[in-house]
């Protein structure tokens, strides 16, 4: 029976939500399709992840253990990849769009002699091939793109896709690996804290834009992330005048983000930035310009000086949280 393998990325040697994100669709479509679901994990103790796979559905699991992998190097996630791709012959390998991701796609599409399609907001099997939506031209539109291919490998834009638990008695495959080939070396990490929450898999985003324009908003920023658990983002406005750091940029050249909850502080709502953030899934706006284009993405906008916005604003939310 053809088969659907999921990579699961993982944070704190947990599944990223963007990982069970894209192992649920994977289900949806094994369903679907009549086809066996795998997932695949990578780690220096793999267990913890390889039961959450399961808890979402995912009837085999193939894990590799390696001290390696400990921080995503490409040489050696490439070298398993190939080898768990290898053993379990999946027609479709779906990915989690990381950056870790993208930096190992195309390799192993070349390795492994299969069709690569990047960063989808939606995808699907179809007459012996893969279908998907891709935002294109920073994200005005989307292009319907076909690949066949033995596997074809998708990567899958977070937030695209809800999470849904489905937990199965399945196994765990252990295979044997060893990182001989390695031919890169870990020299430093130089770790982004924006807001101490990954911005990539944070639920909640606070992004700052050029409205923020001092310490006191900056403050305020801070303070609402602080109370709603946020990662602190950032407009390329700001990011340029040095208060934010680049790590924290949003948009066409930042990070693409798709938290549950997206606020933007003082941000105009350029389409570059709007490219970044559009598929969250709630947004709230402040901003004074009734006419501010973040308007015509926002859920919930509110219309107002963001000095003054924002400190009644943190304290409902204390109030909702028992914290005042
Ligand atoms: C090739 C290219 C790539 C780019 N990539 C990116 C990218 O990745 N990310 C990105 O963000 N930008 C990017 N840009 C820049 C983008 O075009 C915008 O210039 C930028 O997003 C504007 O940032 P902003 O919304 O913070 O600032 P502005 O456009 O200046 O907006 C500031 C907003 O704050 C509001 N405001 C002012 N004071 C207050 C107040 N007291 N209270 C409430 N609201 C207030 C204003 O009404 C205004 O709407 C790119 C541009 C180019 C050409």
Known sequence: MPSILSFVALSNGQPTRA???????????????????????????????????????????????????????????????????????????????????????????????????????????????????RPVMAAKFLARTRAEGNPVLISVRSGSYVAEEAPVAGTVEAMAFTSSEAKQTLREVVASVTGGVDLSDARVVVAAGRGVKDD??????????EVTGAAIGASRAVVETGMFPATAQIGQTGKVVS??????????????????????????????????????????????????????????IKNANGTT
């Open 19 to 133: 990982s069970l994100e894209v192992l649920t669709r994977c289900r949806q479509l094994a369903a679907q399709h009549g086809h066996d679901l795998a997932a695949v994990v990578l780690a220096p103790d793999p267990s913890a992840a390889a039961d959450a796979a399961q808890q979402y559905g995912a009837a085999t699991v193939y894990t590799v253990a390696d001290s390696s992998f400990e921080n995503a190097l490409n040489t050696p996630m490439l070298g398993a990849l190939d080898a768990v791709i290898e053993q379990a012959q999946p027609a479709v390998v779906a990915f989690p769009s990381t950056e870790g991701v993208k930096d190992i796609l195309g390799a192993l599409a070349v390795r492994t002699g299969g069709a690569v399609i990047a960063d989808v907001a939606e995808f699907e099997i179809k007459d012996g091939g893969v279908e998907a939506l």
């Open 216 to 225: 006191e908003g900056k403050r305020l920023v801070e303070e609402l992330a």
């Open 259 to 316: 938290p549950e909850v997206y606020f933007a502080v003082g941000v105009s709502g350029a389409i570059q930035h709007v490219a970044g953030m559009s598929n969250s899934r709630i947004i709230v706006a402040v901003n004074n310009n009734a006419d501010a284009p973040i308007f015509d993405v926002a859920t919930y906008g509110i219309v107002g000086d963001l000095y003054q916005v924002l400190p009644a604003l943190i304290a409902e």
